[in-house]
């Protein structure tokens, strides 16, 4: 063996877990914390009203928060009608800051209120994207996140026509995948970790490994999209283990917490690529026929999918209250 090969292999091995995953999959910050996006050097980064709030709760963060308040407070606007302006600012100043961190895309969530609301929900992007243009963002920087709700599918198909391009969030199921495509959407994240939190409280015992049912539902996902060259990117999200993104490496993209990456990054141990699209292509699987009818009657037969989605968009709701009431302290 040449010397100059050796030295690869042993350069190779002294790659950290996350340094290997970054080798076959994308990785994605999912934190508002400027701070950890700089020590991790992530390709994207993806934020929510809950992870906008919980930044702006850090003493290092009041001064953007003070900054759009001093701005916004001109807008002449006055009430609800205030709060959500400033709201939409703020999440757009977490999302420009990031991409001053980050080469790739920052992904900024609509109001989960507007779930099942297809022109509420093109409405509210359409501004988002406004306000990134304002600010000198180009659109293909962005993507905006809507939950996997017919509605919410509805409504990013007609935002990927406009050129806005759009992450479909609260994904549990392959129905919704299938749908997604169909729309064209840009990307997906189906959520691992809310899966997993399901069927472990509802069977009452611990998965790890491919048997994890979070696992399980994003290889089916990737399985029948690579077969059938559907190029929508597969993100998978909401880890509870560095586990579970071990065996998802290979994805196309993959979300991780600050506290997951670090883990990753403090193994040597090597990383196998798990997820393969030629293996996918001689998976022996059928194409989804769907229309509303099926759609909806899909995810209702799936419980834990349907009970999910709910749950998330409620969860999601009342972050977006919660840093509402918080803004709304502020201009008192």
């Given at each position: 063996m040449s010397t100059t090969v050796t030295e690869e292999l042993k350069t190779e091995t002294k790659l950290n877990q996350l340094e290997q995953l970054k080798k076959f999959t994308k990785v994605v910050a999912d934190t508002a914390d400027f701070e950890s996006i700089k020590d991790f050097k992530p390709q994207d980064a993806t934020t929510n009203p809950s992870l906008v709030y919980a930044a702006t709760q850090k003493p290092e963060y009041a001064h953007l928060v003070d900054?759009?308040?001093?701005?916004?407070?001109?807008?002449?606007?006055?009430?609800?009608?205030?709060?959500?302006?400033?709201?939409?600012?703020?999440?757009?100043?977490?999302?420009?800051?990031?991409?001053?961190?980050?080469?790739?895309?920052?992904?900024?969530?609509t109001d989960a209120r507007l779930s099942y609301d297809v022109e509420g929900s093109i409405n509210k992007a359409r501004r988002l994207i406004q306000l990134y243009e304002e600010r000198k963002i180009p659109q293909e920087r962005v993507l905006i996140k809507i939950a996997s709700t017919w509605e919410g599918l509805n409504a990013a198909e007609q935002l990927q026509k406009e050129g806005i391009r759009c992450n479909l969030t609260l994904m549990f199921s392959l129905p919704q995948a299938v749908r997604a495509a169909e729309a064209k959407v840009q990307l997906i994240s189906p959520f691992v970790g809310r899966i997993y939190d399901w069927y472990k409280k509802e069977y009452k015992r611990d998965y790890t490994g491919p048997e994890d049912p979070g696992v399980q539902s994003v290889k089916e996902i990737y399985t029948y999209y690579k077969k059938f060259d559907i190029p929508t990117e597969i993100m998978g999200a909401s880890f509870r283990n560095i586990g579970q993104i071990r065996e998802l490496a290979g994805c196309d993209c993959l979300t991780i917490s600050p506290e997951l990456m670090k883990e990753l990054s403090e193994s040597i141990e090597p990383l196998e690529r798990k997820l393969d699209p030629e293996k996918s292509k001689s998976a022996k699987i059928d194409k989804l026929e769907l229309d509303e009818k099926k759609f909806r009657w899909l995810l209702n037969e799936n419980a834990m999918a349907y009970e999910k989605t709910g749950e998330g968009i409620r969860k999601f709701a009342a972050d977006v209250v919660k840093l509402e009431k918080f803004v709304a302290s502020k201009l008192k």
């Open positions: 900054e759009v308040l001093a701005d916004r407070k001109k807008s002449g606007l006055s009430g609800q009608a205030q709060i959500e302006d400033i709201c939409d600012h703020l999440l757009v100043q977490f999302g420009c800051d990031i991409l001053q961190i980050v080469p790739g895309r920052v992904s900024t969530e």
